[in-house]
């Protein structure tokens, strides 16, 4: 249980477009997601506190309009990272709570983001 | 601020050789301690959550440790197949992770 699913595994775009990544719960219902972006060899870095039904919440630092955080939904959340550049290249994992689990995260498997 | 430093930051163990790593942490009101394993590439897999200090919980060669101040992550007889990065986090904040590499 608690399944945490992300699509596109691997992107790559060019400079100046935009890129999607998804993110569902695929077995519970998920009315807050967080999306994480992790660096080589560093720690993850919190990005964003996703709720169903209204808007993020943006991390300190985190640009709200060049990474689009959409929760449409109790299983899907999106982020879109608007006009790419090669700087935003990085690993990006969502994560899900199932409060009925408790208060531990359930990962993605992240999406290598490669901006040429 | 809500804090969480690990140590050692890579740690290299012969197979069976037992160890412990360690989490220090400082936050405003626990609301749990969370141990996860993150193998190259792919996103973090939970592992365990503390609540209370004296909580432990175990899973095959791992057991998880908490005190006020600090928790411990116990590798017992460790296989090759343990090599990964472990993390620690309190509420939203990861520490960087320990490395650890299991030789055979």
């Known amino acids: 249980g608690a399944v945490v699913s992300q699509h596109p595994s691997r992107v790559i775009c060019k400079s100046g477009t935009s890129v999607k990544i998804e993110c569902r719960s695929l077995?519970?219902?998920?009315?807050?997601m967080f999306w994480y972006r992790q660096f080589p060899k560093q720690s993850l870095m919190l990005m964003a506190t996703?709720?169903?039904?209204?808007?993020?919440?943006?991390e300190q630092g985190v640009e709200k309009d060049k990474f689009l955080i959409n929760h449409a939904s109790l299983t899907l959340s999106t982020l879109t990272v608007t006009s790419a550049h090669p700087e935003d290249s990085s690993f990006y994992i969502c994560?899900?709570?199932?409060?009925?689990?408790?208060?531990?995260?359930?990962f993605g498997p992240g999406t290598r983001l490669t901006v040429t | 601020e809500d804090q969480v430093t690990q140590s050692p930051e890579a740690l290299r163990l012969q197979e069976g050789e037992s160890s412990s790593l360690n989490c220090s942490y400082t936050?405003?009101?626990?609301?749990?301690l969370f141990w996860y394993r993150q193998d190259p590439g792919k996103g973090p897999e939970f592992l365990f959550t503390?609540?209370?200090a004296g909580e432990e919980k175990e899973k095959e060669r791992l057991k998880a440790t908490l005190t006020k101040k600090e928790s411990f992550l116990h590798i017992t007889a460790p296989k090759p197949e343990d090599s990964a990065t472990y993390l620690c986090?309190?509420?939203?904040?990861f520490g960087k992770g320990t490395r650890l590499s299991v030789i055979a």
């Open positions: 994560s899900a709570k199932d409060w009925d689990r408790g208060y531990e995260q359930y």
């Open positions: 077995d519970f219902q998920a009315t807050t």
């Open positions: 996703s709720n169903e039904g209204s808007k993020a919440t943006y």
């Open positions: 936050v405003s009101g626990l609301r749990g």
């Open positions: 503390l609540y209370s």
């Open positions: 986090a309190v509420a939203l904040v």
